[in-house]
């Protein structure tokens, strides 16, 4: 029958490249663009579709999540990756998201106990279902400098998901057991370039006079963590003298991911994937999935007001116009398509916030879990009641409180009682309520959407908008340097979302989307099942003729 075959009739895009920029707030795309190039950012915007109120609708905001959000089509409650870790009851340890024992990291030089793999991820991705559409015709490859933001976007099913190993003492990129038996011959090549030494011989400094960085505030301030061996948070960075302070230890080899060669050493990998895997030289749509992790590194050091972001997001923008501009020779104009995301924000530094009179405090969760345990041990008895406290999860000790004979709900219920009175907490809601109610709106409903009931805590925190957690019992808010990210506001949750190339409309809007969008609206344009758990809705506007 005509107009059934995806790959001859519906004349699919031969590539799509989905672009994660970690810790990218919306507000980057206008705040830096009179120093932007005409490639990058603003061939994107200027050329395809802009969703300018794009919010993640679930909490924890952190990279995991959203990096199986976006892939997956739905939200943790479905896809069960509530954080970049947990508290695992059965084993009463840490659970890393991509973190597989049965596996083996594949290339690096030394070795890893601790393999990699998307065994935690609990629904299929778009990447997984291009393939299995094709019959397994279609390649993906996915890279990071993160595991997590590799292994996540490819899937179950991608021929290949590699990230950087700074653990080894080149920085090569690696990938698991689960995907290979060996590196590719081209991916051992690459890594024989030794890239990472020669960019960290390097010295970073402003690709633009520093005067010009006005958008941000003066290099030297007081909301900036120190790198090792500096005496002040300023430009330049002189790698190849970092590297002596560091005697040898392969901890250096991260240093890249905090750089701006972070992100160029990606793009190069990138490239190398798109040549060597002949991606989007046939009829089967090919994807090729790219996560840019140092905008993550540089905006937890820095925060967002300093120049060091600023030049970061410059460069990157010379790094996409190149993968663009490559990618017009590679493949064709006419033959990719490109979206372009977030996996989440980042709020201000709440000295930063403190020092301009905004709304900023501190959440001091040994002080929490301290009081809370007095409370309880008071009421039901001096006992261990408190298995793991998190910085926005409590998990109980379940066996303990079975054993008492105590109402499991009542106790869940008892410390939510109590953590609401805390200073700075917003919201604390039970395990029990979030799996007996719906919730279907404000900050309740992102953390409904958040929770898992095999992976979630028995009690969710939610601190007030500028409060942010922290384990430091001794440094006040007016001196926290760098920040973070993880909550329901605006700040962790607004992100970009650009679409560009084949099939592609100019155009913007400001109706209110969500990242988890994006998987089933590529299931549209593909003509593919959706993911088995999707649950977000194709972009209309994208798919309407």
Same mark, same amino acid.
């Given at each position: 029958l005509p107009g059934f075959s995806q790959q001859t009739n519906a004349n699919p895009p031969r590539l799509v490249v989905g672009i994660v920029v970690d810790q990218m707030r919306f507000d980057?795309?206008?705040?830096? %663009?009179?120093?932007?190039?005409?490639?990058?950012?603003?061939?994107?915007?200027? +050329?395809?579709?802009?969703?300018?109120?794009?919010?993640?609708?679930?909490?924890?905001?952190?990279? &995991?999540?959203?990096? &199986? *959000?976006?892939?997956?089509?739905? !939200?943790?409650?479905?896809?069960?990756?509530?954080?970049?870790?947990?508290?695992?009851?059965?084993?009463?340890?840490?659970?890393?998201n991509v973190g597989d024992s049965k596996v083996k990291i594949v290339g690096s030089v030394v070795e890893n106990p601790y393999g990699r793999s998307p065994q935690n991820l609990l629904s299929s991705t778009i990447t997984d279902q291009l393939r299995a559409g094709s019959n397994f015709r279609s390649k993906v490859i996915s890279v990071s400098l993160k595991d997590r933001g590799a292994i996540l976007p490819g899937g179950r099913t991608a021929n290949g998901a590699y990230w950087h190993d700074w653990e080894s003492s080149p920085g090569y990129f690696v990938s698991s057991s689960y995907y290979m038996e060996k590196l590719p011959s081209w991916v051992q090549d690459f890594n024989k370039r030794e890239l990472t030494d020669s960019y960290l011989s390097q010295t970073w400094n402003t690709l633009l006079p520093i005067s010009e960085y006005d958008e941000s505030a003066p290099d030297d301030n007081p909301h900036e963590r120190l790198l090792r061996g500096k005496d *002040?948070?300023? $430009?330049?960075? @002189?790698?190849?003298?970092?590297?002596?302070?560091?005697?040898?230890?392969?901890?250096?080899? /991260?240093?890249?991911?905090?750089?701006?060669?972070?992100n160029t050493i990606v793009k190069d990998f990138a490239l190398e994937a798109l040549k060597n895997e002949g991606l989007g030289k046939d009829i089967y749509t090919d994807m090729l999935c790219v996560s840019f992790s140092t905008p993550d590194v540089v905006g937890h050091t820095f925060g967002p007001q300093s120049v060091e972001v600023q030049d970061i997001y410059?460069?990157?923008?010379? @790094?996409?116009?190149?993968?663009? *501009? !490559?990618? =017009? %020779? +590679?493949?064709?104009?006419?033959? #990719?398509m490109v979206f372009l995301t977030s996996d989440h924000g980042a709020m201000p530094v709440v000295s930063y916030l403190h020092a301009n009179k905004m709304q900023a405090g501190l959440a001091v969760i040994p002080k929490f879990k301290q @009081?809370?345990?007095?409370?309880?041990? /008071?009421?039901?008895? &001096?006992?261990?009641?408190?298995?793991?406290?998190? #910085?926005? %999860?409590? #998990?109980?000790?379940?066996?303990?409180?079975?054993?008492k004979k105590l109402s499991l709900p009542d106790v869940q219920q008892a410390v939510a009682d109590f953590m609401q009175q805390q200073p700075g907490v917003r919201f604390a809601l039970t395990a029990h309520n979030l /799996?007996?109610?719906? $919730?279907?709106?404000?900050?309740?409903?992102?953390?409904?959407?958040? $929770?898992?009931?095999?992976?979630?805590? =028995?009690?969710?925190?939610?601190?007030?908008?500028?409060?942010?957690?922290?384990? =430091?019992?001794? !440094?006040?808010?007016?001196?926290? %340097?760098?920040?973070?990210?993880?909550?329901?506001?605006?700040? =962790?949750?607004?992100?970009?979302?650009l679409w560009f190339g084949k099939g592609i409309r100019k155009g913007e809007t400001s109706r209110k989307v969500h990242p988890s969008d994006i998987a089933p609206t590529l299931s549209m344009m593909l003509n593919l099942q959706m993911p088995s758990g999707a649950s977000g809705e194709p972009l209309s506007e994208l798919l309407d003729k």
């Open positions: 980057y795309l206008y705040k830096y %663009q009179d120093h932007y190039g005409d490639g990058g950012f603003k061939r994107l915007v200027r +050329e395809g579709f802009n969703y300018k109120n794009t919010h993640f609708d679930y909490v924890p905001t952190v990279t &995991a999540a959203g990096h &199986a *959000s976006i892939y997956t089509g739905t !939200t943790p409650e479905v896809h069960g990756i509530v954080g970049n870790s947990w508290y695992d009851r059965a084993s009463k340890k840490g659970v890393s *002040s948070p300023t $430009f330049p960075y @002189d790698l190849e003298a970092m590297r002596k302070l560091y005697n040898g230890e392969t901890t250096f080899y /991260q240093v890249l991911w905090g750089t701006p060669f972070g410059l460069r990157l923008d010379r @790094d996409i116009e190149n993968l663009l *501009s !490559t990618l =017009d %020779q +590679e493949v064709g104009k006419n033959n #990719y @009081d809370l345990s007095f409370y309880l041990n /008071q009421r039901y008895g &001096a006992f261990e009641w408190i298995a793991e406290f998190g #910085y926005e %999860q409590i #998990y109980l000790d379940r066996k303990l409180i079975a054993e /799996q007996d109610n719906n $919730f279907d709106e404000g900050i309740p409903a992102l953390v409904h959407n958040g $929770f898992h009931p095999a992976r979630s805590g =028995d009690v969710m925190l939610v601190y007030e908008p500028g409060f942010t957690a922290t384990s =430091d019992f001794r !440094t006040p808010v007016s001196e926290v %340097q760098g920040t973070g990210h993880g909550s329901g506001y605006a700040y =962790d949750t607004h992100v970009p979302m």
